[in-house]
Structures are given as structure tokens and as C-alpha cells.
């Protein structure tokens, strides 16, 4: 029978049993960074609630304060009523989302399903461009050229009539152009390629088998986009809305340019409006540190945050319910 020499373990090679030998480097520096993250994010979040409690907890005034419509820091007993910034924050991001979302979900699934690939090379970096352009040349070409269209295009009433019925409904015209709709129509040019990234992400993520399956029962290109694709990759399209909608709630200074920034309730669309954001990058510069006024600058603050806060728990939740059990 042949023998079975064991081999001599070389003098070179040295197992280290030391203490040091032992610790997972790398597993303790991923560990540090990512407990660090989390760290900042609680701290911002205790810092910005306690702030933006001053107001009620230091200064003196109630809770329900702040859905008062009126704003007049500078009168004998001020007033700090929110309600026009949160009601114009909601319908600048609303009619922001209701413009683009159709074009960037519809844009994803030409560039994912249909569009060819030397129109998808020129597409996707046009794209990227978007998303670098600072918000400061949005917001002025929107005072140079929107703003102006508005007012000398729209100056007069705008009436929806029938033949039958009549008058249906009529708003005011632009008066000089600064308003709700031209916030709307700014911001929706700046989300629209946050949409559109995400959701093509999130159509080339459905599986192909889901997609020849589909073809091959016969169905057409847009009956598979239509009850198939945009069913399966819904989850990531909510998920660019709502990356868009917190990208548009949180825009200060493309807004603050073309809305007017007059702190009234919404009535109509060609009427100017103010924001949250608005509101604090023009006022934030008047305040002393400590005071009232400052203490109501961190409340919106707050606010905000609550409001980007619970718009991503309801798309989890959204998401949740789709999941298959």
C-alpha cells in the first residue's frame, strides 16, 4: 500500500493568534460609517422637532395657531398662521406632479419598451443634464420668459362655456404672471427627470420572461406596457413620485422666483401663492435668533418635514399592500 506522507508545515508561514489578528477591520469601519448615518439623521430630526416646538413650548402660543390664515410677524400681537404656506406648498407640489407624472412615467416606458437604442443613448445623458442644471437658471428662465407669457398671453378672465349651458366656469386672468400655475409648471420641468430615471429603473427591472409571456398570447406592445409592465413595476413608480414630490416640496428658490410669494390662501391658479420654503428663504434673513418670528420660521420647518416624513410612509404602505402574501 502506498504511504501517505504528510507534508511539513513551512517555517515561513505563521498562524497569528494574537487579539489584533482577530478583528474584522473592514466589518468594523462599514459598521461605524453606517451607525454615524444614522446618528446624524436621528440628531437632524430631534434638532429640527425641538426648534420647531419653540414656538408653542418658549413663545407662548397654542398648536391650533398655526392653522390661523393670517401672517403678520411685525404687528403689535404677531401672528403666525402656517395655513397659507402648507396649503400652498400642497397645491404648487400637487399640480406639479399632476403635469410631469404623466410625461415622465409615459417617457420611461418609450425609452424602456419601444425606443430604440440610438434614441435611448441620446435620451438618458439629455437627462442627466436635467438633473445638473441648477435651480437658479429654472427659476430664471421661468421670470424671464414664463412669467412674461402669462401675463401678456392670459391677462384677460378665462371663461369655460357650452353651447347649451353657458358659463361653466370662469378664474381671474394672470395679472402680471407670477403664480400658482407658473410654480407648477417650473417645478414640474425640474422633477420630471427624477420621475423619469426612477421609473425606467423600475421597468427594466420587471423580468423579460413577464414580458415575452405576454407577447406570446398574442396581447400587443401596448396591451404588455399597459396590464403588465406598468402593473409590475408600480411600486418603483411611486416610489419617483414620491422622490419627485419631495424634491418639489422641498424647492425654495426656483418657486420663490415666479410665485409671488403672497402669503393668501390658493383661489385659483393664475393667482400668486408663497410656500414653506418660500417663506423661510425670505424671511430668514430679517429674524433674530430667539425670537418669535424665528421660533415660526422653524415650526415650517418642521411642518415640511412632517409632510416628505408621511408622504414616504404612505407609499410604503401603498407598497406593502401590493405585496403578493
Known amino acids: 500500500m502506498a504511504r501517505l506522507i504528510a507534508a511539513d508545515r513551512p517555517s515561513t508561514l505563521k498562524v497569528e493568534t494574537g487579539r489584533l489578528a482577530r478583528i474584522d477591520v473592514p466589518m468594523i469601519v462599514v459598521f461605524m460609517a453606517a451607525a454615524s448615518m444614522i446618528a446624524i439623521v436621528v440628531l437632524l430630526l430631534l434638532f429640527i422637532s425641538w426648534q420647531g416646538i419653540q414656538l408653542f413650548v418658549k413663545d407662548g402660543y397654542s398648536p391650533g395657531t398655526i392653522l390661523s390664515p393670517t ?7 404677531p401672528a403666525f398662521g402656517l395655513l397659507p404656506f402648507i396649503a400652498g406648498t400642497l397645491v404648487v407640489t400637487a399640480g406639479a406632479l399632476l403635469i410631469s407624472t404623466p410625461l415622465s412615467v409615459g417617457l420611461a416606458a418609450f425609452l424602456s419598451e419601444v425606443a430604440p437604442n440610438w434614441a435611448r443613448s441620446v435620451v438618458q ?10 435651480s437658479v437658471v429654472w427659476g430664471w428662465l421661468g421670470l424671464t420668459t414664463l412669467v412674461p407669457f402669462l401675463s401678456d398671453t392670459f391677462s384677460g378672465p378665462l371663461v369655460v362655456s357650452l353651447p347649451v349651458v353657458g358659463k361653466v366656469f370662469s378664474m381671474p386672468g394672470f395679472l402680471t404672471g407670477f403664480s400658482w400655475l407658473a410654480g407648477s409648471l417650473v417645478l414640474s420641468v425640474m422633477i420630471l427627470p427624477t420621475i423619469t430615471s426612477v421609473s425606467y429603473d423600475s421597468f427594466r427591472a420587471v423580468p423579460q420572461e413577464l414580458r415575452t409571456g405576454s407577447l406570446a398570447l398574442g396581447t400587443t406592445r401596448w396591451q404588455t406596457i399597459r396590464h403588465i409592465l406598468i402593473p409590475a413595476a408600480l411600486p418603483g413608480i411611486l416610489t419617483a413620485v414620491v422622490l419627485g414630490m419631495t424634491r418639489a416640496a422641498g424647492e425654495a428658490l426656483a418657486v420663490q422666483m415666479v410665485i409671488g410669494n403672497s402669503p393668501t390662501l390658493p383661489a385659483a391658479i393664475t393667482q400668486p401663492v408663497t410656500t414653506l420654503t418660500s417663506q423661510i428663504t425670505l424671511d430668514m434673513g430679517n429674524t433674530v435668533f430667539g425670537e418669535p418670528w424665528q421660533d415660526a420660521l422653524w415650526t415650517m420647518s418642521l411642518v415640511l418635514l412632517v409632510l416628505s416624513i408621511a408622504s414616504v410612509v404612505l407609499v410604503r404602505l401603498i407598497n406593502k399592500r401590493r405585496m403578493p402574501l
Open 71 to 77: 401672517w403678520d410677524p411685525l404687528a403689535n400681537t
Open 125 to 134: 445623458p439629455a437627462l442627466e443634464i436635467f438633473v445638473g442644471i441648477p
